[in-house]
Structures are given as structure tokens and as C-alpha cells.
């Protein structure tokens, strides 16, 4: 049996654990943090509180946004407020322009119309505005937020054009298909990020396990490139040595080529000296050590150099 056929055995059957209680009380499994054997039961209530936890922080999550949520309303609808108070209607574009910057923390602003009544002319949000600006407006479909790359309605927010980082282009029109009249602009940027407790806390345990799996990958690639050059180190090696040895080889052929020649060549001149020399060589291997110990006859074969028999008998 498998454990996958444990595993199916167990889903078809969910009962069982009712009718056996007691195997319960027996089954341990691996703790998931120190490694130590803990009960089903409670390996079950540690993967509860790990889920439990995850709700909590997701719920955190939920009502963080809820509060943000909230609190933009109330914001949108205090601006409102402020444009239906506003009874002169060459200030309501001035009206809507402050009261966005005041409500939602604007450093800077802008709005421009064109197309309007001569009598509105004189006004800073009536000002020209270029072709080329028009032709951005009525292109946009929907509002623009991103880095400023030399917008030139960034010079309508502040003196210098190069403070604006950041910006967003609204396009004014009565309805989605009509032509835009008109473009608003606001300078946008984060200043500041505050989280709750929980979610501080969860931003940073993402962010250290994000380090550590990028950590990880480098060690892992590390790794890999030092069994590559190690994997090669020891391949040269064994090269080099092999090559050593061949060349080793050759240098002591030679060498035992040119030593034998030379043997023969001197024994040839004097069989009996050599006879004696051989004999010698054979004394010397037989009694290198002290401890070396042979029990054999003196008159044997052995002992004839030592007798001296072979230089009388050649002589």
C-alpha cells in the first residue's frame, strides 16, 4: 500500500478517525518548526492556527482598506460640498482646483479650459493652452498617472517644472464620448506609508523571506559554479597527472633501455664478473633486513660466489 492510497482511503472513508479513536493518541507526524514528533490532532490544530493567523492578517487587510476607503469618501464628499456652496461660477474652476489640492494633501495643481465665453478670458484657468496640449487631451481615454518625462503642463504647477517628479492628467468632458474641454492636473507622490502592527509585520516577513529566496538562488547558483570550476579543477588535474606518469613511463623506458644496454654491453665483456655481480644482487634482496632468516644448505648453489668456486672455475 501506498500513501496514496492511504491518503484516498482516508478521504473516501472520514469516518474513521470517529470509529478509531484511538489512533489518534498514536499517530505522531514531524513537527513543521523543530522537527520533533507531535500528535494529529495537534499537527491539526497548529495548521488551524497558521490559517487562523492568515485570516486575521487578511481581515486587518480588509478593514485597513475600509478605513482608507472611508475616509476618501468622506473626503470626495466634503469636496463636493465646498463646489455646490460656491455660488459664483467663474470661481468654481479655482473652487474645484483648492479644494482638491486641500482634501487630498496636493502640493501642486493645475486646471485649464478652452472654448469659453469671452467674458471668462481673463481668468488663470482660462489661459491659453497649446495645440499640441489639446490634442493630448482629447487623444486620452482615460486619466494619465506616471513619472514626468517633460510634460509641458508641468510649467502650469510651479515655477520650476523639474520639482514635478510625478503628475496626473484628467481630462474634463460632459460625457466618455464627448470632446474634452478642458484638463486638470495635480502633482501626485508618496510621501509617507503607515500599516497597522500586523501588516507591518507582514509586510517585513515578505520582504525577508523575498531576501532570503534571493539569497538562496545566488548561494544555489554560487554552489553550482563552484562544483563547474571544481568539477573541472579536478579534471585538469587528473589530466596533467595522467600526462605526468605517460611522460614518467617514457623517461624511465628510456632510461632502463639505455641502463640495460649498458649492463649487456659490460657483462658481455666479462661473463664471470657478471655471473658475481648477479649473485651479489641476489645476497642483497635476500638479506636486506637483519631480521631476515634462511635455512639452507653451504654448499648449495646459493653460497658459490661466496666460496668463490666461480671466479677459481673461470680462471
Request: charged share 30%; proline share 5%.
Amino acid at each position: 500500500m501506498t500513501p496514496d492510497d492511504v491518503a484516498l482511503f482516508l478521504s473516501e472513508h472520514p469516518d474513521f478517525f470517529e470509529r478509531h479513536p484511538e489512533v489518534l493518541a498514536t499517530v505522531a507526524v514531524p513537527h513543521p518548526q523543530d522537527g520533533h514528533a507531535v500528535s494529529l490532532v495537534e499537527r491539526q490544530s497548529l495548521m488551524l492556527r497558521e490559517r487562523i493567523k492568515s485570516l486575521e492578517l487578511r481581515l486587518a487587510d480588509m478593514i485597513r482598506h475600509g478605513e482608507d476607503n472611508d475616509a476618501i469618501a468622506d473626503r470626495i464628499v466634503q469636496w463636493a460640498r465646498a463646489l455646490l456652496l460656491q455660488a459664483e461660477p467663474a470661481q468654481l474652476p479655482r473652487t474645484l482646483l483648492d479644494e482638491l489640492m486641500r482634501q487630498f494633501n496636493v502640493p501642486y495643481g493645475a486646471l485649464r479650459l478652452w472654448g469659453v465665453a469671452p467674458a471668462y478670458a481673463g481668468f488663470d484657468w482660462a489661459q491659453p493652452a497649446s495645440d499640441d496640449i489639446v490634442r493630448l487631451t482629447s487623444s486620452m481615454q482615460a486619466p494619465f498617472c506616471g513619472s514626468n518625462v517633460g510634460f509641458e503642463v508641468a510649467g502650469w504647477m510651479a515655477a520650476d517644472p523639474g520639482t514635478i517628479r510625478s503628475l496626473t492628467m484628467m481630462p474634463l468632458r460632459v460625457s466618455a464620448d464627448a470632446k474634452a474641454f478642458g484638463i486638470e492636473i495635480v502633482d501626485v507622490r508618496i510621501k509617507r506609508v503607515d500599516f497597522v502592527a500586523d501588516i507591518t509585520d507582514s509586510v517585513f516577513k515578505r520582504m525577508e523571506s523575498e531576501r532570503k529566496r534571493v539569497a538562496n538562488e545566488a548561494r544555489s547558483e554560487g554552489m553550482a559554479g563552484g562544483e563547474k570550476i571544481r568539477a573541472d579543477a579536478d579534471r585538469q588535474r587528473e589530466v596533467i597527472v595522467a600526462e605526468a606518469f605517460r611522460d614518467a613511463q617514457k623517461v624511465k623506458g628510456e632510461g632502463d633501455g639505455v641502463a640495460s644496454a649498458l649492463y649487456a654491453d659490460a657483462f658481455g665483456r666479462d661473463p664471470a664478473f657478471a655471473k658475481f655481480y648477479r649473485s651479489l644482487e641476489a645476497y642483497r634482496t635476500s638479506f636486506r633486513s637483519r631480521s631476515d632468516v634462511m635455512v639452507i644448505d653451504p654448499n648449495s648453489e646459493f653460497f658459490r660466489a661466496m666460496r668463490g668456486t666461480a671466479t677459481l672455475e673461470t680462471k
